[in-house]
């Protein structure tokens, strides 16, 4: 059984697009995540979710809106998407007092 | 602010090598979290460890062994006798005792490790 997993794998879309990835955890945390790495490999929080509230966004464009049906799930839609969009996607999950964040597999995403 | 810097961008080693990366981070916070991630190049993030910054004990694990030291702001990763499965991108992080477990990613550190 996957603990945090991603779907799709992989995006390849065009300029303007609009796409989503969607997230599951089953291991029972509260908090759950997005992560965007770029092609230097740098990560870098995008939002998180505690029991199906937002408490981070970093300064994302509001062309990215996550949305958490319930503490499970944290899915992530992209409007008009642009050429700068094309990273890796990480969702994660994790209890707040513990630490340590499990990742999924990543989205790969590529702006043609 | 808190920061994490890792200055190697890559290291390469031969096999069996010892290898230390090296990981400096600032905060801010008396109470902080570290940790280090492995990705190797299929891609997916694998968690290694968890330090507290009120316990400075150095942590063994098989060939892996990570030093914390709060006076230098350091908490390196150290792989002994290294071997080509280890070659992958290492990210050392910080997460503060408030908020809601916001990690602060490094940089990452290249690691190739040849036959």
């Known amino acids: 059984d996957t603990a945090v997993s991603q779907t799709p794998k992989y995006l390849v879309t065009q300029m303007g697009n609009d796409k989503s990835i969607k997230c599951e955890q089953n291991?029972?945390?509260?908090?759950m995540y997005w992560y965007k790495q770029d092609s230097k490999k740098f990560l870098k929080i995008m939002f998180s979710y505690n029991n199906k509230e937002l408490i981070i966004n970093e300064t994302v464009p509001n062309r990215f809106s996550p949305k958490s049906p319930d503490k499970a799930h944290l899915n992530l839609h992209i409007n008009s998407l642009e050429l700068g969009d094309s990273a890796v996607y990480f969702c994660?999950?994790?209890?707040?007092?513990?630490?340590?964040?499990?990742f999924g597999e990543g989205s790969r995403l590529t702006v043609l | 602010a808190q920061k994490v810097t890792q200055a190697q961008t890559e290291i390469s080693v031969v096999e069996k090598e010892d290898v230390t990366l090296d990981c400096v981070y600032e905060t801010r916070d008396t109470t902080y979290y570290l940790f280090w991630y492995k990705q190797p190049p299929s891609g997916e993030l694998v968690f290694l460890i968890r330090r507290n910054s009120f316990d400075e004990q150095n942590e063994i694990s098989g060939r892996y062994s990570w030093n914390f030291q709060k006076s230098t702001s350091s908490f390196n990763f150290t792989i002994t006798a290294s071997q080509v499965v280890d070659s992958a991108v290492y990210f050392c992080a910080l997460k503060s005792s408030g908020g809601y477990n916001k990690l602060i990613f490094g940089a990452g550190t290249r690691l190739a490790v040849h036959p």
């Open positions: 291991l029972g945390h509260d908090t």
């Open positions: 994660a999950s994790s209890q707040v007092r513990i630490g340590e964040l499990f």
